[in-house]
Structure formats: structure tokens, C-alpha cells
């Protein structure tokens, strides 16, 4: 009896293990791409903040904003090779420091370099003032016009 409730304890400490080394994935959608320069790859955040420079030629890496239920994320590729698809739907998890994306079910996780995190109600609001201010007319370019034509 005491082999057989050993044996069950054993099995869910090892299952237990298991799932916390996979991890809990969420989905998010891909909004935003650009290219910067690999800050966290090549030099690392202290040596870019101290103003070192290194004389490497500047290697561009992607940037992406996710944006899931509850959080946004602005990830950074370590190499240029790291791509995902624009308005993908895409798998991922936290993992350490890092996030880890999974696309199309891949056995494979592409891990990215968190640069910024926000809330998503305050994103949207942020993105809902920029979209305001976009729609809105130019101020103060009536009266440059207007005296443009008097003369």
C-alpha cells in the first residue's frame, strides 16, 4: 500500500514538473512590425545605457507589438531572422525573462526580449486618443491659408 501511494505521489511531482516546464499558453494577435537595432543580442542593456560603443556594423532585428487579452507586449527578436506574420493569431508564454512564441502548433518556440509591457485598457485608450488626433482637422492652418490669399 505504502509503495502504491509513493508511486502515485512520484507520478504527480513528475507530471507537476512537467506542466510548469511547458508552461501556460495564451494567445495574441501580432499588430505592429518594425526593424530596430539588435540592442539586447550584440551589446546587452547595461553597455547601450553606458554609452560604450562597439564598432560592429548595426544588425536590425524585429520588433512586435502582441497584443492579448490582458496585456500588451513589445518584443524583440535576437537575430533578423525572427519573423511572425502581421495579424497572425499566435501562441506564447512567459518563460523566465523572455517571451516564447509558437506558431502554427511548431514543435519549435522562437524566443523574443521583452522591451515594454502595458496594460491593454490603457493601450487602448493611448491608440484611441492617437486615432482622435489624427481624425481631427489641422488647427490654425485656415488662418495661414487666408492671409496667404490677401496678399
Not at 86 to 107: H, P
Not at 123 to 136: F, R, T
Request: glycine letters at 6%; charged letters at 25%.
Amino acid at each position: 500500500m505504502k509503495q502504491k501511494l509513493l508511486l502515485i505521489v512520484l507520478s504527480c511531482a513528475v507530471s507537476l514538473g512537467r506542466a510548469e516546464q511547458i508552461g501556460i499558453y495564451q494567445q495574441g494577435t501580432v499588430v505592429r512590425m518594425q526593424m530596430d537595432e539588435c540592442v539586447f543580442a550584440h551589446r546587452g542593456f547595461m553597455a547601450t545605457m553606458s554609452g560604450q560603443q562597439m564598432q560592429m556594423a548595426p544588425d536590425l532585428c524585429p520588433e512586435y507589438t502582441l497584443v492579448s487579452q490582458k496585456v500588451v507586449y513589445v518584443i524583440v527578436g535576437t537575430s533578423s531572422n525572427q519573423l511572425i506574420p502581421l495579424a497572425d493569431v499566435v501562441d506564447f508564454r512567459l518563460r523566465k525573462n523572455e517571451l516564447a512564441v509558437r506558431l502554427d502548433d511548431a514543435r519549435h518556440e522562437s524566443r523574443f526580449n521583452i522591451k515594454e509591457m502595458i496594460l491593454r485598457s490603457e493601450w487602448d485608450l493611448i491608440q484611441k486618443h492617437i486615432d482622435n488626433e489624427l481624425s481631427a482637422p489641422p488647427r490654425g492652418g485656415e488662418d495661414i491659408l487666408s492671409t496667404r490669399s490677401r496678399n
